[in-house]
């Protein structure tokens, strides 16, 4: 347990560090005359917005996508079951590296990195950590912007290293009444 305890406590660390010292302060740095304006900071840009987030066999939940620091990352504000679980991450896109970067942090102790881009015109990131019973967890999330304004977040989890796959979550998410409360840069 304990070693679970430091691996999370690490990845938290990890991802603190990711976003001080790699993508955000990169990206303003004052050097560039308009940060953050390549198209690739733009990809992720349909999931902004206030959403009802719907999942079988979960409790509806609330998602708030917004954009920060001048557009150069986005922050997801997650709530569920009745603000029992509350999570956040943020999100950037990587100009050195060429990818985006996620990091994940809830009240339950849950965290996890993400990294990975544009795929077949989703935006799909993957990070390992190590689980409580041994070996390493791969988690695959997939965001899809759908034709009638919804986002699908399907995220699928294999302790096989990605030989099989199981869906953790299976979010379909939609606008609420409030649509437009977050300008979209």
Known sequence: MRRLEASRRYQVV???AL????????AQSPAAATPCSAAQ?????????????????SPPS??????????CGIREEYSANSG?????????YDAARKIWRQAWVDNKGGTQVLEGGMRGG???LEGRKPRAQG????????WTAN??????????????DGKTWTTAFDGHYRHTATKGAIAKP
């Open 14 to 16: 990890a991802a603190l």
């Open 19 to 26: 976003f001080a010292g790699g993508g955000f302060a990169r």
């Open 41 to 57: 900071y733009r990809q992720f840009d349909f999931w902004l917005g206030e959403w009802e987030v719907d999942a079988p066999g």
């Open 62 to 71: 609330k998602s708030r996508i917004s954009p920060i620091f001048g557009a």
């Open 84 to 92: 029992n679980f509350l999570g956040t991450s943020l999100s950037t």
């Open 122 to 124: 989703a935006m799909v």
């Open 135 to 142: 070996g390493e967890q791969v988690s695959r999330l997939t």
């Open 147 to 160: 034709a009638d304004g919804t986002v699908r977040q399907h995220w699928e989890v294999s302790t096989d």
